[in-house]
T-cell receptor, first 113, second 114 residues
Framework: GESVGLHLPTLSVQEGDNSIINCAYS??????FIWYKQESGKGPQFIID?????DKRQGQRVTVLLNKTVKHLSLQIAATQPGDSAVYFC????????????FGTGTQLKVEL | DAGVIQSPRHEVTEMGQEVTLRCKPI?????LFWYRQTMMRGLELLIY????????DSGMPEDRFSAKMPNASFSTLKIQPSEPRDSAVYFC????????????FGQGTRLTVV
C-alpha cells in the first residue's frame, strides 16, 4: 500500500500573538529537555533547555514549562513574529542514556500576517 | 567557530553505489551524533560517539550502514550499497562532554538514491 508520512500538528497564530507549543514525553526517568527550531532546509537549532529539577525557565521571548507529574513540556513564544515560522521539536535525554537525545515528531508553527 | 560542518550538502546517487557523508564537529566537543530525518519517521538517532568511540549504534538500520570517527575532528557515515529507501536528510550533531548538554546540528546532507 501507499506509505503515509508523519502528520505534523500545525499551530497557526497571528503575528504579535503568543504561541504555545506542547509536547508529551514518555520516559519518567528523563532528566533533561530541549526545544529545537528547524527552518526549511536547515538543521535543528537550539532554543532553550530545562533540567528536571526546574519547572520553568525563561529566555528571550521564550519560556519553557515542565510538568513532571503528567510528563508534559511546553514552549511559549511571546509576540510571535514571521521569523518564528518553523517546525519545533522537543527532545529528551533519558537518564542513563549518556548525551543521547530522543526527539518528538515536531509541531509546525505558521505565523499569519 | 563555524559550527558543525557537513559535506556534501546534496548527494544524488544510483542504487547500489557507495555513499560517504562527512562531518566535522565543533572543536572541543567530545560527543558526535548521526541522525536521519524522513517524512515517515521524523528524526532518528543512528549512532553516537563519545571521545571517538562508538557508544550506541542501535539506531543503525542495517549492515549496509557504517560510521567511523578516526579522530576528534572528523566522522563519516557510509552506506554501501545504497538503496532508494535510504533517501533522507542526514544530520550530524556534536556536543560537549558531560551530562545534559545541548547538541549543535550541522546543515545536513540531503541524499537521494535513484
Amino acid at each position: 500500500g501507499e506509505s503515509v508520512g508523519l502528520h505534523l500538528p500545525t499551530l497557526s497564530v497571528q503575528e504579535g500573538d503568543n504561541s504555545i507549543i506542547n509536547c508529551a514525553y514518555s520516559n519518567s526517568a528523563s532528566d533533561y529537555f530541549i526545544w529545537y527550531k528547524q527552518e526549511s532546509g536547515k538543521g535543528p537549532q537550539f532554543i532553550i533547555d530545562i533540567r528536571s529539577n526546574m519547572d520553568k525557565r525563561q529566555g528571550q521571548r521564550v519560556t519553557v514549562l515542565l510538568n513532571k507529574t503528567v510528563k508534559h513540556l511546553s514552549l511559549q513564544i511571546a509576540a510571535t513574529q514571521p521569523g518564528d515560522s518553523a517546525v519545533y521539536f522537543c527532545a529528551e535525554n533519558r537518564a542513563g542514556g549518556g548525551n543521547k537525545l530522543t526527539f518528538g515528531t515536531g509541531t509546525q508553527l505558521k505565523v499569519e500576517l | 567557530d563555524a559550527g558543525v560542518i557537513q559535506s556534501p550538502r546534496h548527494e544524488v546517487t544510483e542504487m547500489g553505489q557507495e555513499v560517504t557523508l562527512r562531518c566535522k564537529p565543533i572543536s572541543g566537543h567530545n560527543s558526535l551524533f548521526w541522525y536521519r530525518q524522513t517524512m515517515m519517521r521524523g528524526l532518528e538517532l543512528l549512532i553516537y560517539f563519545n571521545n571517538n568511540v562508538p557508544i550506541d549504534d542501535s539506531g543503525m538500520p542495517e549492515d549496509r550502514f557504517s560510521a567511523k570517527m578516526p579522530n576528534a575532528s572528523f566522522s563519516t557515515l557510509k552506506i554501501q550499497p545504497s538503496e532508494p529507501r535510504d533517501s533522507a536528510v542526514y544530520f550530524c550533531a556534536s556536543s560537549l562532554d558531560g551530562v545534559n548538554t545541548e547538541a549543535f546540528f550541522g546543515q545536513g546532507t540531503r541524499l537521494t538514491v535513484v
